[in-house]
């Protein structure tokens, strides 16, 4: 009669071959991670490109205008006015205007305080709707001096009293940029960086100091030296 030569693994063997996939895992884990993250940063990313020519088809079928704001960070909501309304023939499908890695409560939540939910992932810079004195003409499209290097949308911060707005306030940002841009904006979504959307038509991920950044060296109130401000068509560099 043949004998059978064969055996099971010994404990030893089985807890080397465990500890080589738990090794496995650990390194392909974080890999995977962010590889979902990039994907869902860029569909966020095709989602504002799609909201930037949605602004340009508005401001065609309207005298060049660009779309106004009407929710306020407060309570006040004036649906009218608000390019949630005004431009959604433009945008179409409302999934357009949600980023994939966006987790506010207030989708289905009214912001405390008020009765507003969010409506959107993505917010207007508020220089582009004529209401900051000595920026009135900004709200026509053909009057930006430098449309590719001016932000128009950026992602709206996902909790605080501006999460519910249709638009940030750049111009108070001065006196300490990270902290009061991180009320209004998710300036950090996206590996450290987030999605903005331009007055040409164009969007890409950028950092936020990349956006916003002003020389404390050379600046003397209320004078102010920039490295960068976007927001800003006087500037927008």
Excluded at 98 to 122: E, H, I, K, M, N
Aim: charged fraction near 20%; glycine fraction near 6%.
């Amino acid at each position: 009669m043949k004998r059978n030569n064969r055996r099971g693994f010994s404990l030893i063997e089985l807890l080397l071959v465990m500890s080589v996939i738990a090794l496995l895992i650990s390194i392909l884990l974080p890999a995977l991670s962010r590889a979902r993250q990039i994907a869902r940063s860029a569909v966020c990313l095709s989602n504002l490109h799609t909201m930037s020519e949605a602004v340009h088809m508005y401001a065609d079928a309207n005298e060049g205008r660009l779309p106004s704001v009407g929710l306020s960070h407060g309570g006040s909501v004036d649906e009218g006015s608000a390019w949630a309304n005004s431009l959604s023939r433009e945008y179409g499908a409302l999934a357009v205007t949600r980023c994939p890695d966006d987790r506010s409560p207030y989708w289905t939540t009214p912001v405390p305080g008020t009765d507003q939910l969010r409506r959107a992932s993505f917010a207007t810079n508020y220089y582009m709707v004529g209401m900051i004195e000595g920026r009135e003409e900004y709200n026509v499209l053909t009057r930006i001096k430098r449309p590719s290097a001016t932000i128009f949308w950026v992602e709206l911060a996902e909790q605080g009293d501006f999460a519910a707005t249709d638009h940030v306030h750049p111009e108070t940002w001065f006196v300490n940029p990270r902290m009061l841009a991180a009320r209004e904006v998710q300036y950090e979504r996206h590996l450290g960086r987030a999605n903005y959307g331009f007055v040409d038509g164009h969007a890409e991920p950028q950092r936020f100091e990349e956006t916003y950044s002003i020389n404390l060296s050379a600046s003397s109130f209320p004078k102010i030296a920039w490295n960068h401000n976007k927001y800003d068509p006087d500037f927008a560099w």
